[in-house]
Antibody, heavy 115, light 112 residues
Framework: QVQLQESGPGLVKPSETLSLTCIVS????????WTWIRQPPGKGLEWIGYIYYSGTTNYNPSLKSRVTISLDTSKRQFSLKLTSVTAADTAVYYCAKGMDIFDYWGQGILVTVSS | DIVMTQSPDSLAVSLGERATINCKSSQSILNNSNNKNYLAWYQQKPGQPPKLLTY???TRDSGVPDRFSGSGSGTDFTLTITSLQAEDVAVYYCQQYYSTPTFGPGTKLDVK
């Protein structure tokens, strides 16, 4: 049973960098893909990208220029950085296990972009 | 990107009755080499993350009640909930993973 928990600032200023971390508190972090997905308030889901335990990444083309996902296996965590944020980046950010089928999810963290 | 659409936007069904949610992809998500449809369904209850229900269009995830079933192929898919229970009230999303993953806009299911 894999458990995931997001953490990070709930408020980010426009033009700054959003940084979030997801801790994998049970289950192995190796041999799996780890993904970030977001959901603007009251709206649908958007895939941001994934990282494989080997370090291979793949990002949504619509966000690729602003996104970096990294992995620290020793800390059992992976991270999301999204640069140059605007109000349109306000959303609940979820971390999840899987490359394309997401079978375990964190509870999500609301990040608001506002000055 | 493959665009996913869902219908209806919302529906209300009586307890014990059948609920049917439709999902359509803008292009075929059937891989002819392995005969698999790259389609998943998720259930999201208020304040909770989505929960995986089915993948490969019709394979139920572990622990998902058998009243949930997925069907369809190519561009047209259906999630059917037989004998609706009160705990099934949620928003349901389809998602394709044939290419860059994209989700449908969701269908809100309530009890009539």
């Amino acid at each position: 049973q894999v458990q995931l928990q997001e953490s990070g600032p709930g408020l980010v200023k426009p033009s700054e960098t959003l940084s979030l971390t997801c801790i994998v508190s049970s289950g192995s972090i190796s041999s799996y893909y780890w993904t970030w997905i977001r959901q603007p308030p009251g709206k649908g889901l958007e895939w941001i990208g994934y990282i494989y335990y080997s370090g291979t990444t793949n990002y949504n083309p619509s966000l690729k220029s602003r996104v970096t996902i990294s992995l620290d296996t020793s800390k059992r965590q992976f991270s999301l950085k999204l640069t140059s944020v605007t109000a349109a980046d306000t959303a609940v950010y979820y971390c999840a296990k899987g490359m394309d089928i997401f079978d375990y999810w964190g509870q999500g963290i609301l990040v608001t972009v506002s000055s | 990107d493959i665009v996913m659409t869902q219908s209806p936007d919302s529906l209300a069904v009586s307890l014990g009755e059948r609920a049917t949610i439709n999902c359509k992809s803008s292009q075929s998500i059937l891989n002819n080499s392995n005969n698999k449809n790259y389609l998943a369904w998720y259930q999201q209850k208020p304040g909770q993350p989505p929960k995986l229900l089915t993948y490969w269009a019709s394979t139920r995830d572990s622990g998902v009640p058998d009243r949930f079933s997925g069907s369809g192929s190519g561009t047209d898919f259906t999630l059917t909930i037989t004998s609706l229970q009160a705990e099934d009230v949620a928003v349901y999303y389809c998602q394709q993973y044939y290419s860059t993953p994209t989700f449908g806009p969701g269908t809100k299911l309530d009890v009539k």
